[in-house]
């Protein structure tokens, strides 16, 4: 979640990792407006949070813009068409009020803020999108980042990527070892994982990616539910 004095924008309509109804957990972090939701790819785990928007666009701002890739949005038609096409809705039901705009592997502009794709490889052959915005580059879902995807990242500030496992990488995400492997290649100054499984013990984790600040300079850490960074964009 990107959360500023002037814009407000989601990654795939939920919080990562919230274990809350989506409303509740905008309330306990004090969120009152979202901008924009941007989606990286179409797996359940990243647009089944659309549903949950219902419960905002009903009580808190009458619409949202969604952001997605052509792919994604095709879909979307098929696992969300109610929310697609509010034609089909019964009298009297109740739908998440969604604004669709397709988005292609280009910069696009959320209010004033340029939001940059990042294309990856989430298992093979299957497209998910990163996204960089000023200095700051995201990246949740990944088991592979294309060789012309690295140059996007140059001279990232704040790198927040996916770390699913402590020991190795699985089909679709990387694991700790290769997430460090990236950090050391793509060099930021601050480096935040997510996206981790129970297996990943957080306070023993952290404790071995504090030694690599001591070792090696890299500034590598553990997110976590309600974590906050305070940026320049």
Known sequence: MLESFFITVLFNGFLPLGICLFVTSCISVRIRALDA???THSHADAIGGLDDLR???NNVQTNIPIYVA???FEVMKKTHYYLVDTSVV???AAVSELQFNIMHEEPF????????????WHGSGYRSLGFRFGNICYISDVSDIPEETYPLLKDCEILILDALRPDRSSSTHF?????????RKIQ?????FTGMMHLMDHEKVNDY?????????????????????????
Not at 109 to 120: E, I, S
Not at 175 to 183: A, F, K, T
């Open 90 to 92: 019964l009298p009297g």
């Open 188 to 192: 930021p100054k601050r480096t935040l």
């Open 70 to 72: 052509q792919r994604d």
């Open 55 to 57: 419960d905002w666009t």
């Open 109 to 120: 502009v959320v209010l004033d803020l340029q939001f940059t794709p990042l294309p990856v």
């Open 209 to 233: 990616l504090l030694k690599l600040m001591e070792t090696e300079g890299l500034d590598v850490q553990l997110s976590y539910d309600g974590l906050r960074i305070p940026v320049m964009l």
């Open 37 to 39: 939701v941007i989606i």
């Open 175 to 183: 694991g700790l070892p290769r997430s460090l492997e990236e950090v």
